[in-house]
């Protein structure tokens, strides 16, 4: 069984019947790491297996700061003893380092799980930020705006995205120039606008 497979494995035993929107969400961003398959070469397989874990935190057995990133990091290596470049990922998706500053958890992210390498973490962010909560496609933007709105403006969740919002943005952006010009319809088609102001 490849990593991805384990992954698939566990994120649907602790996400499948206790959160099953969450579980739509996560099948879809890991459709999108087989997206990626082709620019990722040697790390494809780390990366889908990130994407099926990234939200495994959510899971009500394993709560700890509620915080998931970070209780999903710290179960895949306390409990699991999962592959450390797995749980840096899953520790920093999406920018979370913004979200756990405002949490008052910066320190213990930074001190437990090192941010994971660019590219990677850029994958992650591309798999996850062009993917609704039910598992459709959405664009960055779109996704960005879906997130502030689901939570509230005053939501420290809504905070940490509208602060993340440039590098998420970005990290979409890199990823989509590296992907094959003979499948512009798989592309997210990231709006022109994507750089104006956030609604």
């Known amino acids: 069984m490849n990593l991805a497979d384990w992954a698939r494995d566990l994120a649907q035993g602790v996400l499948q019947d206790s959160l099953p929107r969450r579980w739509a969400h996560t099948q879809g961003v890991a459709s999108k790491a087989e997206r990626l398959a082709s620019v990722l070469d040697a790390d494809a ?49 999406s920018c979370a380092l913004a979200e756990a500053t405002g949490r008052g958890l910066g320190g213990d992210l930074l001190r437990e799980f090192k941010p994971p390498p660019g590219d990677l973490a850029d994958a992650l962010i591309y798999c996850d930020m062009t993917t609704g909560p039910d598992g459709h496609d959405l664009t960055v933007r779109k996704r960005i705006a879906e997130v502030r709105k689901r939570y509230g403006q005053a939501h420290i969740v809504s905070q940490a995205i509208a602060v993340s919002a440039p590098e998420l943005i970005a990290a979409v952006r890199r990823v989509e120039g590296k992907l094959p010009a003979v499948e512009p319809a798989r592309r997210t088609l990231l709006a022109p606008a994507a750089a104006s102001a956030l609604s």
Request: proline residues 6%; charged residues 20%.
């Open 45 to 93: 397989d780390l990366v889908e297996a990130a994407c099926w874990l990234h939200d495994i935190g959510y899971a009500p057995d394993l709560h700890g700061t509620g915080f998931h990133p970070l209780d999903g990091a710290r179960y895949l290596r306390d409990t699991e003893q999962a592959d450390p470049l797995l749980c840096r990922l899953v520790a920093h998706h």
